[in-house]
């Protein structure tokens, strides 16, 4: 009994000195480099951020709406996400359960008249805290798990919108080609008329039918990107290649103004930023527990037997001196080995720190760039609008002049050539700032949810 109590003794001592650390749950570090990560920026920062935003209020289109809504509902992804949150689940809700008692019972017959049974009862006594870091680990893979559903499903949303913008792209580019490929046919018809009547030559109708042909391929070449882009967007989904259904690019909306909020709410909202930190959470308890390998675990077992043969009945508390000694025993011969994994742990959780830190350095640069994207766009469609309104203008003007005899055949081909370009690069820039709307709206976290 003596024994039993300097063990209980030496037991508490350690509890009292081992806790602090052993106990202590995970605080982020300061981060004040956070403050700094929009300095560069040209908006000015809201408290107020555009991924406060839901995915809906964001991309208006109804028909794009109903295609986000059949993602969510058969991405393979983000389904196998889902999956991985249940499992993690599994795994928290074992980690509890180890800190409760655990009991079995065992029933034998014999010879006639005889029967035995058996109770058996044991509890790990978590004093030095291994199970509770075990269990706060497990809590940390479920958030984890958590962020990177949130974050598979941000950017499902955002490849779908990305996808399908990209369509209504090409839709209007193919569109532009098409009235282009008319213009080209009136073209050849105007220089044939005046190739008769000898005012210009058989090489300028060559040449407006090469520009022709031209147009023709680009054609052909539109029609092969928007079916790739519509397969690939149906296996996005989940579906059999078919044709997707949309609108038009001219009557998409968009918020008017943007806003990248506060730079410490990409801490929150931003689910690899969120499954960076719980890396190095989980890390963190990790290392705890590997801390705790280094004091000795007590299990306190008992057995309740009784028997018919002879109506005995008998109670085993279990040796709780032996038990007692065979853990203070376990830790010192497995030194060794618990100091290779502590410090394999530290090292683990110093990577996971670099990591968390990065991430965030990483989603600051995200931020920039998309709202520089969207920003440059948005400048650049302005000027797109006043070049096709200067070379519409000339395309007109040269037309007139060409069939008065004041202007030669290479000028025409050469105003409508420009003109073309310019349209398809004022489309390809409004895809730009549809495309730094999406940008910000992923690098934002966008799709956040609070629950």
Request: hydrophobic share 45%; aromatic share 8%; net charge neutral.
């Amino acid at each position: 009994m003596r024994t039993l109590y300097k063990i209980l003794i030496f037991l508490a001592a350690a509890v009292s000195f081992s806790s602090c650390s052993l106990y202590r749950q995970y605080e982020r570090e300061d981060m004040a480099f956070v403050d700094s990560l929009y300095r560069r920026m040209e908006t000015p920062q809201d408290s107020i951020s555009s991924a406060t935003l839901s995915w809906d209020m964001m991309f208006k289109d109804s028909l794009l709406q109903e295609w986000i809504k059949a993602g969510l509902d058969f991405n393979t992804d983000l389904n196998v996400a889902r999956l991985r949150i249940e499992e993690a689940e599994a795994s928290l809700l074992a980690a509890r359960w180890s800190l409760l008692p655990g009991a079995s019972f065992s029933a034998q017959g014999g010879l006639p008249g005889s029967f035995t049974a058996k109770a058996d009862a044991s509890w790990q006594a978590d004093i030095f805290g291994a199970l509770r870091n075990n269990k706060r680990k497990a809590e940390a893979a479920l958030e984890q798990s958590k962020a990177y559903r949130q974050a598979v499903q941000t950017k499902l949303i955002a490849t779908i919108a990305n996808s399908y913008y990209t369509l209504l792209m090409l839709d209007e580019q193919l569109s532009i080609s098409q009235r282009t490929l008319a213009t080209w046919e009136e073209n050849i018809r105007t220089l044939e008329a005046l190739k008769r009547a000898g005012k210009t030559n058989e090489a300028a109708v060559l040449q407006a039918k090469a520009n022709k042909l031209d147009v023709e391929a680009s054609v052909l070449t539109l029609q092969r990107e928007i079916l790739a882009v519509e397969n690939s967007f149906c296996a996005l989904l989940s579906l059999v290649p078919m044709p997707v259904e949309r609108g038009t690019l001219s009557e998409q909306s968009f918020p008017e103004s943007l806003s990248a909020g506060v730079p410490v709410d990409l801490l929150n909202r931003r689910p690899d930023v969120r499954q960076a930190e719980m890396a190095l959470a989980q890390a963190f308890y990790a290392t705890n527990a590997a801390k705790a390998a280094f004091y000795p675990d007590l299990t306190l077992s008992g057995a309740l037997g009784w028997t018919t043969g002879n109506g005995s009945i008998s109670l085993n508390p279990g040796s709780l001196i032996t038990n007692l000694i065979a853990s203070l025993a376990q830790p010192i011969f497995a030194k060794g080995t618990n100091k290779a994994r502590l410090k394999a742990a530290k090292a683990q959780m110093e990577a996971a720190a670099w990591q968390f830190r990065q991430s965030i350095l990483d989603a600051g640069v995200e931020v920039n760039n998309a709202l520089v994207m969207w920003q440059t766009a948005q400048k650049r469609v302005e000027l797109d609008k006043k070049q096709i309104l200067n070379l519409q203008a000339s395309v007109w003007n040269t037309q007139l002049l060409m069939k008065h005899g004041n202007a030669n055949y290479l000028e025409v081909l050469t105003a409508q050539k420009n003109l073309l370009n310019a349209e398809l690069s004022e489309v390809s820039d409004r895809f730009d700032e549809i495309q730094g709307i999406i940008n910000l709206y992923q690098a934002l976290g966008g799709g956040y949810e609070t629950k």
